[in-house]
């Protein structure tokens, strides 16, 4: 198979690791940093948003958002990622990966402000602004998914690919824990400023009205590592791959890869390439072709139903996980605190929870993934996810018992640690691999997409599951659902679905793109 690749995409293939990678890896990395901040800052001022905007005198309970308002405020950033991955991807495919790279980010710095300014006076136009530009936001959020992806997997050699395109991945992970300490540092500023009682001590002096800047404060810093990286996405050269097996421009490949691998590519080199399309042209299959459903038919259905299954997990728990940790007790009564002590609470439990499961599975999967393979890491982080949301929810009873509380964390850090060191970073590396370079930041869209209806069903299903079936200890404004055990059972379910369509995945461990993808095989007549 060698033999036949193109020979200037080869040289990529083959390339020792560069300088021009790591340079790579931090200017797309730092676009998932962003992406993940902006995702689940949100779940950390959503408690302290319910306080300032829908405190009601002289209730019992400190204010919280109303479900429908909730519901939407985590949701709709989510939609649009969704509608941002398969537009982006699409377009990727069209004009170019760099053409519309610095597009997503400039979205995304323009949105993660204008969050933070939802200025108005009543709290339904509040949020209403607030939800519009979080919106826009998901959508330049959602850009980022196929292209970073595409990008990465394109510059890389095989023998380090899966490390290059996991080590941008998992700078979600240190997204997830910058959203935590910032909310932590902006929160103990205020707290020393503007020190509050507890909110059954004094109501209305529990929450300050200088609280209402801090979760703005939180929103608005998202946009701080996107502008830094700006100016170096902009220079970044367009992928090789795509000049030369979509743009068909021999020359222009050879150039932009001299500046990736810090080598001349001869004319000679360039020659072989444009000789090659002449005599071999790529196959010219779409999307909605039968030819496509043959060869990757199978694929596409199984990189986008596993990201779908993992994701309505995943989200569940980082996007709630503050309720979670309430329901046993490791996060003190709402009443007993402050507006900003419970932000402060949350926020610490969220990030020590990043710190000790999260980050580290990240960088498992950097560390392993081309030795072990995609095939396996995914097979066995679904396998062990399933295996401790049971070890959670069998013994419920225990872990909310007095004193237990740790090892109920313990454990919930470890479904965080394997989801990481599994599908949640193999669900993004493989479809940027498998497909044609004409389809792939499609295909990767389409199952990226797939993946943010997974997070959808679980920010606004598990809403709602996760409520008591008790009416008397639902949430104000709640139904009563089925409790946080039946949620993850439900949960453990979509992991042990997804452990068996990880089946349906190949495994491109040490095989050129144009390999997995078959780029080089004609169209069967």
């Not at 979509?246 to 932009?256: H, L, M, Q, V």
């Amino acid at each position: 198979m060698a033999g036949d690749q193109v020979h200037v995409l080869s040289a990529l293939d083959g390339a020792k690791t560069q300088w021009y990678h790591f340079t790579a890896i931090v200017v797309a990395g730092m676009g998932f940093f962003t992406d993940a901040y902006d995702l689940f800052c949100i779940s950390l001022v959503t408690k302290l948003i319910g306080r300032v905007y829908y405190t009601v005198p002289g209730s019992p309970h400190p204010g919280s958002l109303p479900p429908t308002v909730a519901a939407a405020v985590n949701g709709v950033a989510f939609v649009g990622t969704l509608s941002g991955q398969l537009f982006f991807g699409w377009l990727g495919d069209k004009v170019g990966r760099k053409s519309v790279y610095g597009m997503t980010l400039l979205l995304m710095i323009i949105c993660s402000v204008a969050s933070g300014l939802s200025f108005s006076h009543t709290p339904t136009t509040v949020m209403a602004t607030l939800c519009f530009f979080r919106f826009w936001l998901g959508f330049g959020i959602g850009g980022d998914y196929p292209l970073s992806a595409t990008i990465m997997s394109e510059y890389a050699n095989k023998r380090t690919r899966g490390a290059f395109i996991a080590a941008v991945f998992a700078m979600q992970g240190f997204g997830i824990l910058a959203g935590g300490a910032v909310a932590i540092g902006v929160t103990v500023l205020f707290k020393n400023r503007f020190p509050a009682p507890p909110y059954a001590v004094n109501p209305a002096a529990s929450t300050p009205a200088e609280a209402d800047y801090v979760w703005r404060i939180v929103l608005m810093l998202g946009a701080l590592p996107a502008v830094l990286t700006f100016y170096w996405r902009m220079k970044m050269p367009e992928t090789a791959r795509y000049t030369a097996l979509i743009a068909k421009n021999a020359e222009r490949a050879a150039a932009d890869m001299s500046k990736v691998l810090q080598v001349e590519i001869t004319k000679e080199q360039a020659g072989d390439l444009e000789v090659a399309h002449k005599y071999r042209p790529s196959p010219s299959f779409g999307l909605f072709s039968g030819e496509f459903v043959r060869r990757h038919g199978l694929h596409l259905v199984g990189t986008a139903s596993t990201w779908l299954l993992l994701d309505i997990a995943y989200y569940s728990q980082n996007l709630f996980q503050k309720d979670i940790f309430s329901a046993i007790g490791w996060i003190p009564p709402a009443a007993t605190m402050s507006a900003l002590d419970e932000l402060y609470h949350i926020a610490r439990a969220q990030t020590l929870i990043a710190l000790c499961g999260t980050v580290p599975g990240y960088w498992f999967t950097v560390a392993f993934i081309d030795s072990v393979g995609r095939f396996k890491i995914q097979a066995m982080g679904f396998f062990m996810m399933t295996g401790f949301m049971l070890g959670l929810a069998v013994p419920y009873d225990y872990w909310t018992g007095k004193g237990h509380q740790a090892g109920f964390v313990a454990m919930y850090a470890l479904t965080f640690f394997f989801a990481n060191f599994g599908p949640n970073a193999t669900t993004f590396i493989v479809p940027a691999e498998i497909y044609p370079a004409r389809l792939r930041a499609t295909c990767h869209g389409i199952s990226a997409a797939s993946g943010k209806v997974g997070a959808i069903i679980g920010s606004f299903g598990f809403l709602y599951l996760a409520q008591s079936p008790d009416p008397a200890k639902t949430a104000h404004g709640y139904l009563p659902g089925i409790g946080v055990r039946n949620s993850l059972f439900v949960l453990a379910g979509c992991s042990l679905m997804g452990f068996m369509l990880t089946f349906l995945v190949p495994e491109p461990k040490g095989k050129s793109l144009e390999e997995m993808s078959r780029e080089t095989e004609p169209d069967k007549c």
